[in-house]
Each structure stands twice: as structure tokens, then as C-alpha cells.
């Protein structure tokens, strides 16, 4: 990496204190770009247990402009094929309080959400969610093909950036997906980042911030296809990208159109 921005000593951005806490922790953000990988990413990021744990405080379903969202989104997936009858498979990483599969409790779509933060899980199963308590990975990704059957969708909002062991996230896609399936994630968008200088989007939970051009060159890794991409709004400027094995899927203007700009 060659660090490109520092942004000094910064505290964790959910790392609300009790008066009995203690000290707060510190770490240094500081920002690098990969030529290879064309990644913008923290140099050093925190361990997502001091992040993401019992008492995380954001609540997806807390927004109503986000329930929204993510209910349009359930009917995106549904609207383009992805997903249709009684044997399909959803499943969502980093599943939250379940606002977005609570759209397909009550429907014959089969659904798994993924969530390691222990409060809102316990919320998207009261809800009638299904949730696997766990950080994804590799071998996450091989007992649930096991268990549940690969997935036709594999989604994630604002959760895939957050994640920095990237070789073994894509291990567990690659593995959990099915032949014909697709990955739907959405994310802040580079582009966005940097046309718009929102440089609140970088702290210590985004330990990425993704561009087309570097999706293509990390999932390709793992013979994955960029088909489709989605400017959205949510977050100040965000992207969603659809991805889909080599060869199955036609690659869409659109990527090409998002690429060159």
C-alpha cells in the first residue's frame, strides 16, 4: 500500500462510552492505495471484536428511509429473476436486525441471514428471521452449502467494506454460491468519496471503500464477473454491484459506462 491520506489519531466511531468504560481506544487511520488490487483501504484497522459485538449500537431497522431501501431492494432481486420460487436461497452477510430478509419471512423464498453482533440478531430473530450467529468465512460459508443448499443470492448493504480478512470472505462466496447464483452488495462508493469529499465514510468500521475497477480486479480473483452496477444514494453516494460466475451472466453497458468515468 502507499498511504495517500492520514487522518491522525481517531476514537472508534460506535464506541459509545458508559462512565465505567475506562479509556477510550485510539487507533491510527491512515489511508492506502493498492496499483495491483486498486483497493483505497485503512492501513491498520482495529479488531472487528472491539467493533461488532454484544452491545453494537446501529440498528439498520431504526431508519424508516432504510426499511424502505431495503424493502425496494427485496423486490429488485425478485424483478430481476434472481430470486423466484420455494427453492430459492437468500442469504444476507451481516444480516443486522433483519430489516432487509424480514421482507421474505412470510414468503416461499428461503432466507439465512449471517450476524455476529449478538443484540441485533436476537432482534431479526424475534422478527422470524433465520440467523447464523457468526462472523462469515471461509468455513462459515462451506457448513451453511452443507446445511442449507448454495445460494441463489448471496446480499450484503454496507458490510462487505467492513471486513478486513477479503481472501477468506471471498473464499466463503465462492464456496456458498450457487453455479448460476449472484453476489449483490452494496457499499460507499470511491467515486463518490472523492467527487463529493465526504471523508466521514472513512473511519474505523470501513476498512475498504471500493471502485468498479477494484470489484473487478478482487472477486475476478475468485472467477467472479462484474454484471451490473447501481448508483444509490443511501449513505451520500453509494454503489450497488452485481456480480454473477464467469461466463454465465451477459455483462451489462453499465459497467463499462461506470468504469470509464
Known amino acids: 500500500l ?4 492520514d487522518l491522525g489519531r481517531q476514537p472508534l466511531g460506535n464506541g459509545f462510552l ?4 475506562g479509556e477510550e481506544l485510539f487507533f491510527d487511520l491512515a489511508c492506502g492505495f ?3 488490487s486498486k483497493l483505497f483501504q485503512l492501513v491498520y484497522q482495529p479488531d472487528p471484536e472491539l467493533m461488532f459485538h454484544e452491545d453494537y449500537a446501529f440498528y439498520s431497522g431504526t431508519s424508516r428511509e432504510m426499511q424502505n431501501h431495503f424493502s425496494q431492494c427485496a423486490t429488485f432481486l425478485i424483478s430481476e429473476g434472481f430470486l423466484s420460487d420455494g427453492q430459492s436461497l437468500v442469504v444476507e452477510l451481516g444480516s443486522n436486525d433483519g430489516v432487509f430478509l424480514r421482507n421474505f419471512v412470510n414468503s416461499s423464498i428461503r432466507h439465512v441471514g449471517v450476524e455476529p453482533s449478538g443484540a441485533v440478531a436476537r432482534s431479526a430473530e424475534e422478527l422470524g428471521v433465520n440467523v447464523e450467529r457468526d462472523f462469515f468465512s471461509e468455513s462459515l460459508g462451506t457448513t451453511m ?5 448454495h445460494a441463489d443470492v448471496i446480499y450484503a448493504a454496507n458490510v462487505l467494506c467492513h471486513i478486513p480478512d477479503l481472501p ?3 473464499r466463503g462466496i465462492e464456496k456458498l454460491l450457487s453455479p448460476t447464483g449472484v453476489v449483490v452488495f ?3 462508493y470511491l467515486g463518490d468519496v472523492v467527487r463529493l469529499g465526504s471523508f466521514d465514510q472513512i473511519y474505523d468500521e470501513h476498512v475498504f471503500l ?3 475497477l477494484s470489484v473487478i480486479e478482487v472477486f475476478g480473483s475468485i472467477g467472479l464477473d462484474l454484471i451490473d452496477v447501481f448508483p444509490l444514494q443511501t449513505h451520500g453516494g453509494s454503489m450497488r454491484y452485481v456480480l454473477g460466475r464467469r ?3 451477459v455483462i451489462r453497458q453499465s459497467v463499462d459506462e461506470t468504469v470509464r468515468r
Open 186 to 188: 452494496e457499499d460507499p
Open 210 to 212: 471500493f471502485s468498479a
Open 18 to 21: 458508559s462512565p465505567n468504560s
Open 2 to 5: 502507499d498511504v495517500v491520506l
Open 247 to 249: 461466463g454465465v451472466h
Open 34 to 36: 493498492s496499483e495491483g
Open 145 to 149: 452449502a452443507a446445511k442449507y443448499g
Open 168 to 170: 477468506d470472505l471471498l
